[in-house]
């Protein structure tokens, strides 16, 4: 079974960037198409962007393109979402797991809180 342990998340202000971690285990990362998500207040969990097992493909929701990128390094079992021009709309509780079109998704992790506030 799977594992994920999120990090990088906190306070930025409008227009700032993060780079969001998760360290994975328990499983071949380089075989599985890996996703961000977040779910923000009273709303629910919304897929993010994802990435194939080979890092060739990748998908962004409409609401994140041009401004969020996925990336991962197999060696070092890690998935990682560089955000930038960040709005307030991207606070959230961001999760890493298996992407639930690809047989996803399993126990959930912790998350890391993004709150973009001035």
């Known amino acids: 079974q799977g594992q994920f342990v999120e990090s990088g998340g906190g306070l930025v202000q409008p227009g700032g960037s993060l780079r969001l971690s998760c360290t994975t285990s328990?499983?071949?990362?380089?075989?599985?198409?890996m996703a961000w998500y977040r779910q923000a207040p009273g709303k629910e969990r919304e897929l993010v962007a994802d990435i194939s097992g080979s890092s060739r493909t990748n998908y962004y929701g409409d609401p994140v393109k041009g401004r969020f990128t996925i990336s991962k390094d197999n060696a070092k079992n890690t998935v990682y979402l560089q955000m930038n021009s960040l709005r307030r709309e991207d606070t959230a509780v961001y999760y890493c797991?298996?992407?639930?079109?690809?047989?996803?998704?399993?126990?959930w992790g912790q998350g890391t809180q993004v709150t973009v506030s001035s």
């Open positions: 797991n298996v992407a639930h079109h690809a047989g996803g998704p399993l126990a």
């Open positions: 328990g499983f071949i990362l380089r075989a599985y198409i």
